[in-house]
C-alpha cells in the first residue's frame, strides 16, 4: 500500500493534545489494570510469601526463555517506549542514539557479570561483593548506591505514567497531573506487596509480549502507509520538518543526520561522549536487572536470559526508530516541545502516533500497554531497593543475619512503602523531563557506583574493600553533584527547577566524568589500603563465579 499525500494530511488531523474519547481510554486502561492485578495475585501467590528467596528472588523457578522475556519486560520501560520515541521525534538521529546505547549495553552485561554473578548463587549485589570482601561496610555501601540508582529510574517511569494517563484523560492542569502521578505511585505499591518478584516477573513476561506485539503492528502499520519503502518515510519526516529546521538554524534534512542536539557546541559533543559511555556501561550496574539474574536456577539459564533478551530488545528499538520517525511526519515539528499543550510532551509521541493511526480505540489499547509496562518496571525497581535495604541492611548489618522467620520480607514491605512516597514526590518535580534522558542519569550512576565494584571484585584478585568504598561512594557522590549543579535541575526552562540558576557544570550527563573517577578511586583505594582481605574467600568467590561449583542451594546471608 502506497498511501498518497491525501492520506498522509488526513493523519496530520489528529490533534495529539486531544485524548480522543475519554471514557474509551480509561476503560480499556482500567482493564488492563485489573488483569494486570489478577495475574500478580495468581503469579505471585498472594501474601504466601514464606521467604526471602521466595519474595526476592521467585524462588529461582523461572526459565532462562522466561527470565529473558522478563528481563526485556523490565529493560523495555518508559524510556524505551515513550521515551525514545520522542527523542526520535524530537532530534532525530541524535535521538535513536539512545536506542543503540541501551542495545549494546547488553553486551558488556552478558561478557562480563551475567554468568559469573549468578554462579555466586546470591540474591543481591551486595551479597556478591560481601563474600570475599568486609560484609557490613559493603552491604552498607551498595545499599546506598542501589538506592540512588532506583530513585533516578524510578523518577522517568512515574514522569511517563503521569503524562501518558493524563494524555489519556486529556489533563493539562500541572496539578492534576500531579494527582495522576501520585495515584499510579500507589497502584505500583499494590502490586508488590502483593505479588512480589515471582508475580511482578510474569506480569512483566506479558507485559513484554503486549509491548513488542503492539510496537510491531503500530510499525507495520506506518511503514504500509508508506509503501513500506523507509526512504519515502524519512522523505516525508524531511518534508515535515525541513521549514522548521531553517528557522532554528539547523539544516532542512538535520533530523536524519548527526549533530542536531549533540553537535551544536563543543560541549554538546563531549556531553554525547558521556551519554554513550553512561548507556553502554551502566546496564552492567544497574541493581533490578542484576536481581534478575538471580531468579533464574543455573548459570547456563542466565546466559540464555541475556540471550533472549538482547534478541527481544534488539527488535523493539528497531520500531522505536520507525514511529520516532513517524511521529515527526505526523504532526507539525513544534508538537513534541515543552509548553506545546500536548500532556507529557515528547512523552505522548508513541500514543500520538496510535491515536493518528487508529483512533481512540488503539490510543487506549497502546496507552494501556504502555502503562502496564511503567507498573512492571516499577514495581521490580521497588522490589530491588526494598531486597536491598531490608536484606543488606536490615538482616545482614542491623541484625547480623540474626532475624525471626518473615521478618525480612515485612522489613521489605514496609519499605516499598516508604520508596513509593518518595518515587511520587521525585515523579512529580521531574514530569516535565524526557524519560529516556532521565533514564540515562540512572544509567551515569550504575556505570559510576556500582560497575567498578563489581568488576574488580569478579576479576581483580588484589582488590580491597577500601578499594571497593572509596568507589562507590566516590562514583556516586561525582555522579550525583554533577547532576545537580547541571542545566537538568536548574538554569532554563526545560530544567526540574526552572526557577532556579546554578548550573555551573556545562554536562548534562556526568558520566564522561564520574565513571572513569570510579575505576580510578577503585585502583587507588586498593593500593592505598593497608588492609588484605580474606584471601581464602576470594579464592572460593573466583571458583564459584567461574565454575558454579558449590553454588547451588546457597544461602544468601
Do not use: C
Amino acid at each position: 500500500m502506497n498511501a498518497g499525500p491525501a492520506a498522509v494530511l488526513a493523519l496530520t488531523e489528529v490533534d495529539p493534545a486531544s485524548p480522543g474519547r475519554p471514557v474509551i481510554n480509561i476503560s480499556i486502561f482500567l482493564a488492563f489494570v485489573a488483569v494486570t492485578l489478577f495475574i500478580v495475585i495468581r503469579g505471585g501467590g498472594g501474601s504466601r510469601h514464606a521467604s526471602g528467596e521466595e519474595f526476592f528472588a521467585g524462588g529461582r523457578s523461572f526459565s532462562g526463555a522466561q527470565n529473558g522475556l522478563a528481563i526485556s519486560g523490565d529493560y523495555l520501560s518508559a524510556a524505551s517506549f515513550l521515551g525514545i520515541v520522542g527523542a526520535i521525534a524530537t532530534a532525530g538521529y541524535d535521538g535513536f542514539l539512545y536506542s543503540i546505547g541501551f542495545l549494546v549495553a547488553w553486551i558488556v552485561a552478558l561478557l562480563l557479570v551475567a554468568e559469573l554473578m549468578r554462579n555466586t548463587g546470591k540474591f543481591t549485589m551486595a551479597d556478591v561483593l560481601a563474600f570475599r570482601l568486609r560484609a557490613r561496610p559493603i552491604r552498607v555501601a551498595a545499599a546506598t548506591t542501589t538506592l540512588a540508582v532506583t530513585f533516578f529510574y524510578l523518577l522517568a517511569q512515574m514522569a511517563g505514567a503521569g503524562g501518558l494517563v493524563s494524555l489519556l484523560l486529556g489533563i493539562r492542569s500541572s496539578g492534576l497531573q500531579s494527582v495522576v502521578i501520585a495515584v499510579v505511585g500507589l497502584l505500583m505499591i499494590v502490586y508488590v506487596l502483593i505479588g512480589g518478584m515471582k508475580g511482578t516477573t510474569w506480569v512483566q513476561m506479558i507485559k513484554a509480549v503486549l509491548l513488542i506485539a503492539g510496537a510491531g503492528v503500530t510499525t507495520v502499520w506506518v511503514l504500509a502507509l508508506n509503501g513500506f519503502d523507509l526512504s519515502q518515510l524519512l522523505g516525508r519526516v524531511v518534508e515535515n520538518t525541513s521549514a522548521f529546521m531553517e528557522e532554528n538554524g539547523h539544516a532542512p534534512d538535520a533530523m536524519l543526520g548527526p549533530g542536531l542536539r549533540y553537535g551544536g557546541s563543543d560541549w554538546a559533543k563531549v556531553d554525547f561522549i558521556s551519554l554513550g559511555l553512561a548507556l553502554v556501561l551502566g546496564t552492567a550496574g544497574l541493581p533490578h536487572v542484576l536481581m534478575r539474574f538471580f531468579t533464574v536456577p543455573t548459570a547456563k539459564e542466565a546466559r540464555k536470559s541475556v540471550v533472549w533478551s538482547i534478541f527481544l530488545i534488539g527488535l523493539f528499538y528497531v520500531f522505536t526508530l520507525v514511529l520516532g520517525y513517524a511521529a515527526a511526519y505526523m504532526f507539525p515539528p513544534e508538537t513534541w516541545l515543552k509548553g506545546s499543550g500536548v500532556p507529557g510532551g515528547s512523552n505522548a509521541a508513541a500514543p500520538a502516533v496510535a491515536a493518528a493511526l487508529g483512533g481512540p480505540w488503539m490510543l487506549g489499547i497502546m496507552a494501556a500497554v504502555a502503562f502496564a509496562t511503567i507498573l512492571a518496571v516499577v514495581a521490580g525497581l521497588a522490589i530491588t531497593a526494598a531486597t536491598s535495604f531490608s536484606h543488606d541492611i536490615y538482616t545482614n548489618v542491623i541484625k547480623r543475619g540474626r532475624v525471626e522467620p518473615g521478618a525480612e520480607v515485612r522489613v521489605a514491605k514496609a519499605t516499598v512503602v516508604i520508596i513509593g512516597l518518595i518515587a511520587i514526590a521525585g515523579g512529580i518535580a521531574a514530569k516535565d523531563q524526557n524519560i529516556a534522558f532521565l533514564v540515562s542519569l540512572a544509567f551515569a550512576v550504575a556505570a559510576s557506583a556500582n560497575l567498578p565494584t563489581i568488576v574488580f571484585s569478579l576479576y581483580w584478585k588484589r582488590f580491597t574493600t577500601t578499594g571497593a568504598i572509596w568507589s562507590m561512594y566516590g562514583g556516586m557522590t561525582s555522579a550525583l553533584v554533577m547532576i545537580a549543579l547541571s542545566p537538568v535541575v536548574s538554569g532554563g526552562p526545560t530544567a526540574m527547577l526552572p526557577g532556579a540558576d546554578f548550573d555551573i557544570i556545562p554536562l548534562s550527563n556526568p558520566g564522561i566524568v564520574s565513571i572513569p573517577l570510579g575505576f580510578g578511586l577503585a585502583i587507588i583505594g586498593t593500593y592505598a589500603s593497608r588492609n588484605v582481605d580474606d584471601r581464602a574467600k576470594e579464592a572460593e568467590m573466583d571458583v564459584r563465579a567461574l565454575t558454579g561449583l558449590g553454588a547451588e542451594g546457597a544461602v544468601a546471608h
